[in-house]
């Protein structure tokens, strides 16, 4: 399994506070049989700015203590970064971490605020799909403006964005809210790809297994399996 959305890299944000925590995720997310795992720490939100040429430098300390350890899993870095003004000066510089390339076009994780769809956001996604950039809306089932209106996400959509959905989401750990969204998303085959989003061993650990497990009696096996590995493997066919 390929896990494109965690915050393992350590001391950046919210995330691994520490290498021995971010070194308990790897070996956890390891063990549930990610293969290769996305490092996605937060990037230009209120509490973590996290510029490109500042976690390169800490990407490259970690992945050198990772394979001197010895772990069999890859590791890939890019970011998550908060929908806003600044994500267009941030997506042109050359060395902004991208999650890989869909259909020839560039990709990355965007986060919405919790509590809603900020105004513009759809002028936003038009400007990004111009300049051949696919936003990877994540975890939606989470922000309050989607619960209640589902379709909402179809917008995007539409416009050429693509969706990740939180594992934990499925099982309850979100809410009964996050919850019910994730079911009826993959229903409505809105989703292309399922991550775990973890920040730490205690109530937010590497779930993927479990994630795809619930998913694969929602939508079947096949659907299951494409969200957990065979659409982030097309993220990592062409480096950006």
């Known amino acids: ?31 549930d049989g990610v293969t290769t795992q996305f490092l996605t720490p937060h990037m230009r939100d209120t509490n ?22 010895g772990y069999t899993i890859k590791l890939r870095l890019s970011a998550e970064v908060r929908v806003g003004p600044e994500v267009m000066k941030l997506v042109l510089r050359d060395d902004f971490p991208w999650l890989g390339t869909w259909q020839g076009k560039k990709a990355f994780l965007l986060e919405m605020p919790h509590g809603q769809v900020p105004t513009g956001t759809i002028n936003l996604i038009k400007w990004l799909q111009q ?14 403006e989607f619960q209640s209106n589902i379709d909402l ?20 750990k979100f809410g009964e809210k996050s919850q019910r969204a994730a079911v009826e998303l993959l229903e409505k085959d809105y989703v292309t790809f399922m991550a775990t989003d973890t920040h730490n061993s205690f109530y937010r650990p590497p779930d993927l297994k479990a994630g795809y497990l619930l998913a694969k009696d929602i939508i079947g096996e096949e659907k299951a399996w494409s969200l957990v590995h065979d659409a982030p493997v097309k993220l990592l066919e062409h480096t950006v």
């Not at 973590?48 to 350890?69: G, R």
């Not at 959509?157 to 989401?169: H, N, V």
Request: charged fraction near 20%.
């Open 1 to 31: 399994m390929i896990d494109i959305h965690s915050h393992i890299l350590p001391s950046v944000d919210d995330g691994a506070q520490s290498l021995d925590a971010a070194l308990e995720l790897l070996t956890l997310a390891q063990e």
């Open 48 to 69: 973590y700015i996290n510029d490109p040429e500042v976690i390169l430098q800490k990407y490259n300390k970690f992945t050198e203590i990772v394979a001197a350890k």
């Open 131 to 144: 300049r051949d950039i696919i936003p990877v809306i994540a975890h939606p089932e989470r922000n309050r």
């Open 153 to 172: 996400l179809k917008q995007f959509i539409d416009s050429g964005c693509l969706a990740q959905l939180t594992a934990a989401s499925l099982s309850g």
